[in-house]
C-alpha cells in the first residue's frame, strides 16, 4: 500500500487514478472513477495527492467536504522549476510540460480570466487543457529528475513541496472567506461619507468636501481629476509635480486640508464602498480570491476584491462570529530577520535571536542608540537606499554586520550583471535578458513595485539591481511564510479553527473562543519550525505581535 497517489480529472466528474512508489513511477493500474470526490474520499490512507492544478481540482472537492492533507502541484511546480533554468515565463501549463518534454510545438498557457465575484472556480478553467493522467505522470516524472539537478535538491523540493502547501491554503481561505459585518460596513460607511445618493454620485461627505476644494481655489475644481488640481494650484501661483498626500502637506493653501480629506475618503467610497459590499459580501463573509505566488518574489495576491489592501477604519467590519474569536498575528521586523539567517552574519544572528526590537538591539551596536537611523540603514540595505545619508548609514552597518551587507551587496551586483539570483529555498529571480514578448504586460507577467519586471529588457542596471537585492530577502521570507501556513494548517485540521486571512507577514486565523490561546501557542511553534526546515539551525528566533480580538480594527 503507497500514501501517494496521482489524480487526473476525467470528462463528466470523474477521474483517473493511479498509485505512485517514493520514486514517482506507477507501482499499479490506472483506476477509473466515475465521481473525483468519492475516489478521492474512498482513499483515506493516501496523504499527498498529484496532480496537474490544485486550482482545478481542491476547490471541487471541498465543495464536498474532503480534505486532503498534502498535494504536488505540477503546474506550480513547472513555475518554479522553469524560472530555476532562467526560462521564467515560458508557458507553465502541464500540457506545455509535456509538449517541451516531447519536443512538439508548445502551447501557450490559458489567459487569467477576471475576477468575479462570489465565484470559487478557478483560474484558469474552463479555458485550461486537461491532460490524461500518462501525460501527467512523464511530466511529473521529469519533474523530478529536475528537481534532482538543480542546485540544492533538497531546498528545491522543500520549496515545491511549501508551494503546493500555500496553494491548498489559499483555496481553504477562498471557501472559508473572512468574517465580515455588512450592518457595520453600512455604519462605517454612513460615518465617513454620509447619506447616500441616488443615482451612484458622490455621496454628501464628498459632495461638501469638493466644494470646499473648489471654494479655496475660486472656481470649479473636481478633485477626483489630478490634472485638474494641478492645473488649480498652477492658476494659484504654486507649482505641483502631483497630488500625492506627501507634496501636498508641503503646500501652504486652504485646499489643502479639504483636498487630502476628499482623497482618502474617495479611495475608500471607490475601493469599498456600496458597491463593493454588495458584491463581494455574501452570508457573512468576504470570499476574495486567494493567489500563492501571485509574484516572482512569491508574495500572494487577491484576484480581484482588493483584501489585501483593507483600510483599518474599513477592517471595523471583519467580526468574528459569536463565541469566536479572531486571532490576529503580525510577524515583528520579519525581512531583517530573514538577511540574518540567509547570510549567517554572527552578529546580526545573535541580534535576531531575541524576542526584543531588533532595530533597538542594532541601534545600540551600531548607530549609538539612536534606532530611527538603524531601521532606516537596516531597510536601506534590503531595499537599496544606498545614496546620502542611506550610505552612510550603509557604511556603518557594514562594519557591524559585513555578511548581512556583503549578501544583500552581492545579489545587487549579480541583478545589475543580469544573472540568475535565488531565495534561500531557490525561487529564482530571472536575469532582463529579453524573452521575445512585446512587453511584460502583453505576456502577462505581474508588474513589481519599482516597475521593472525581471525575464525582460531594461536599460536600467540599478534598479534591476534594487529588485535583486530585495529578492533574496522578500523572497526567502515569502518561503518561510509558506512552510509557516503549511505547519498552521496541519494544527487547524483537528479543530474548529479555520485560516482565513494572509497577507506578507500577518496572518487571522478564525476560531472558537476557546481555542484561541491554543492558536496562539500554535502559530508560535508554526513560526520556530519553519524557520528550522526553512534556514535549517540558526539562532535566528521569528516572534509575533499577536491578539486575540472580536474585531480585526482592534489588533494590535
Not at 496521482?6 to 470528462?11: N, R, T, Y
Not at 532562467?86 to 506545455?96: D, K, L, M, T, V
Request: glycine letters at 8%; a negative charge.
Amino acid at each position: 500500500m503507497t500514501d501517494r497517489w496521482a489524480l487526473a480529472p476525467a470528462e463528466g466528474g470523474g477521474a483517473e487514478l493511479a498509485p505512485l512508489g517514493a520514486d514517482g513511477l506507477p507501482v499499479g493500474p490506472v483506476v477509473r472513477e466515475a465521481d473525483l470526490a468519492a475516489a478521492v474520499r474512498g482513499r483515506p490512507e493516501v496523504t499527498r495527492w498529484v496532480w496537474r492544478s490544485t486550482a482545478e481540482v481542491y476547490p471541487r472537492l471541498l465543495a464536498t467536504g474532503v480534505r486532503v492533507e498534502r498535494c504536488y502541484d505540477i503546474e506550480d511546480a513547472e513555475t518554479l522549476l522553469l524560472g530555476h533554468a532562467g526560462r521564467y515565463g515560458e508557458p507553465r501549463s502541464a500540457a506545455a510540460a509535456l509538449a517541451r518534454l516531447r519536443g512538439g510545438p508548445v502551447p501557450p498557457d490559458p489567459p487569467l480570466r477576471s475576477a468575479e465575484p462570489g465565484s470559487q472556480s478557478s483560474l484558469f478553467e474552463p479555458q485550461a487543457v486537461h491532460l490524461p493522467l500518462a501525460g501527467l505522470l512523464e511530466v511529473y516524472a521529469d519533474q523530478l529528475r529536475r528537481q534532482d539537478a538543480t542546485a540544492h535538491p533538497d531546498r528545491m523540493r522543500l520549496l515545491i513541496t511549501a508551494e503546493s502547501a500555500g496553494m491548498l491554503v489559499a483555496a481553504e481561505m477562498n471557501r472559508a472567506g473572512l468574517p465580515w459585518s455588512a450592518d457595520v460596513h453600512r455604519a462605517v460607511l454612513h460615518e465617513l461619507l454620509g447619506d447616500r445618493y441616488a443615482g451612484g454620485g458622490e455621496p454628501r461627505r464628498l459632495a461638501e468636501l469638493a466644494d470646499e476644494v473648489s471654494a479655496a481655489f475660486g472656481r470649479r475644481v473636481r478633485p477626483d481629476l489630478p490634472a485638474d488640481v494641478v492645473k488649480a494650484f498652477s492658476q494659484a501661483g504654486i507649482k505641483v509635480a502631483s497630488t500625492r498626500r506627501w507634496e501636498l502637506e508641503t503646500v501652504d493653501h486652504p485646499a489643502v486640508k479639504p483636498l487630502i480629506e476628499y482623497k482618502k475618503l474617495y479611495r475608500i467610497w471607490v475601493a469599498h464602498g456600496w458597491s463593493w459590499l454588495q458584491d463581494w459580501v455574501r452570508e457573512g463573509r468576504f470570499r476574495p480570491e486567494f493567489l500563492c505566488h501571485g509574484t516572482v518574489t512569491g508574495r500572494w495576491v487577491t484576484n480581484g476584491g482588493g483584501a489585501l489592501q483593507i483600510p483599518k477604519v474599513i477592517r471595523r467590519a471583519v467580526v468574528a462570529d459569536p463565541g469566536w474569536r479572531l486571532v490576529v498575528a503580525d510577524a515583528d521586523q520579519m525581512e531583517p530577520r530573514v538577511l540574518a539567517a540567509i547570510s549567517r552574519d554572527p552578529g546580526l544572528m545573535e541580534v535576531a535571536g531575541r524576542d526584543s526590537d531588533l532595530y533597538q538591539s542594532v541601534s545600540d551596536r551600531a548607530f549609538s542608540g539612536d534606532r530611527d537611523q538603524a531601521k532606516i540603514a537596516v531597510l536601506g540595505a534590503v531595499y537599496g537606499q544606498t545614496s546620502g545619508d542611506g550610505l552612510k548609514n550603509l557604511a556603518a552597518l557594514r562594519r557591524r554586520f559585513p555578511k548581512a551587507v556583503a549578501y544583500v551587496d552581492e545579489a545587487a551586483r549579480a541583478g545589475e550583471e543580469g544573472r540568475l539570483v535565488r531565495t534561500w529555498l531557490g525561487r529564482t529571480c530571472p536575469p532582463a535578458a529579453g524573452s521575445g514578448e512585446d512587453s511584460a504586460e502583453e505576456a502577462g507577467l505581474p508588474q513589481e513595485d519599482d516597475g521593472w519586471v525581471p525575464g525582460y529588457a531594461s536599460t536600467n542596471a540599478r534598479a534591476r539591481g534594487r529588485f535583486a537585492r530585495n529578492f533574496v530577502v522578500q523572497g526567502s521570507a515569502a518561503d518561510w511564510t509558506l512552510l509557516l501556513l503549511a505547519a498552521l494548517r496541519r494544527t487547524c485540521a483537528d479543530m474548529a479553527a479555520e485560516l482565513v486571512f494572509f497577507q506578507h507577514d500577518e496572518v487571522i486565523v478564525h476560531c472558537p473562543e476557546e481555542e484561541a490561546e491554543q492558536i496562539v501557542t500554535a502559530i508560535r511553534e508554526a513560526a520556530a519550525l519553519a524557520a528550522r526546515l526553512t534556514f535549517g539551525e540558526t539562532p535566528v528566533r521569528f516572534p509575533f505581535t499577536t491578539s486575540v480580538v472580536e474585531c480585526y480594527a482592534d489588533a494590535k
